[in-house]
Structures are given as C-alpha cells and as structure tokens.
C-alpha cells in the first residue's frame, strides 16, 4: 500500500520560511513523480513542484516559482519543501502526492501547460496546515 506522510507545517508571520517534508513508502513504480500541492480555504488543489525521477529534475508550476524550492533524498523517497518570504495567500494545506509515468504527471505537464495537475495523482499524503499571519 503506496504511503505518503507530510510534516513540517505550522503558523508563521509574513516574511517567514518553513521546511516542509514527505516520505513515500510502499510504491512499486520504477518510473515516478513526487510532487507538492496546496489547497487553500474554498479553492481548488494547485501544484506547486515534483521531482521526475525519470529526468532527475524538478519542475514548479509557473506560479509558483521564485519562493518556494523542492529538494529530494531518492534512497529515502523523501522530498522536502523550501517556503520562503511567506505571504498570507499561502495559507493552505500542503500534500504531497506520488505517480507514474513521471513524463506524464510531471516533466511533461510542466513543459507543456506550465502546471501540475492535480487529477493526474492517485496516491496522497494526509497533507499538513500551513498558516501565514500578517
């Protein structure tokens, strides 16, 4: 059973940096993706990043580059998410979701459409609050 666990988020002031974290487990894919997405009050899940292990890169959604940086430790399937000069609009809940073909859910998507899209993943984490004061 695929097996994702996030942590890392919590209440911050605007202008502040958290480190988010996720381990998967119990994946069988040779070929994947590991990626972040959030989901703030009344709004639709966005993408943020992935890691395609197929090309080793990671990738981020248009919008939302420049702040935030993904980072990945391969042997221990775990990626983590560097968030920096938070602003009140990142308020949200993080995931962090995994698939496969990674071309597909990942590399591809972003090089074609600029986004990661959510309904391309199958397998979630719980997800983990993140909260930005002003």
């Known amino acids: 059973e695929v097996h994702l666990v996030e942590s890392g988020g919590g209440w911050v002031q605007t202008g502040g940096s958290l480190r988010l974290s996720c381990t998967a487990s119990?994946?069988?894919?040779?070929?994947?993706?590991i990626a972040w997405f959030r989901q703030a009050p009344g709004k639709a899940r966005e993408g943020v990043a992935c890691?395609?292990?197929?090309?080793?890169?990671?990738y981020y959604q248009n919008s939302m580059k420049g702040r935030f940086n993904m980072s990945s430790d391969n042997a221990r399937n775990t990626v983590w998410l560097q968030m920096n000069s938070l602003k009140p609009e990142d308020t949200a809940v993080y995931y962090c979701?995994?698939?496969?073909?990674?071309?597909?859910?990942?590399?591809?998507?972003?090089?074609?459409?600029?986004?990661?899209?959510?309904?391309?993943?199958?397998?979630w984490g719980q997800g983990t609050r993140v909260t930005v004061s002003s």
């Open positions: 979701a995994i698939d496969s073909p990674s071309f597909v859910v990942c590399g591809g998507s972003s090089y074609y459409t600029g986004k990661i899209d959510p309904e391309n993943y199958n397998y």
């Open positions: 119990g994946f069988t894919f040779d070929d994947y993706a």
């Open positions: 890691l395609d292990t197929g090309d080793g890169r990671i």
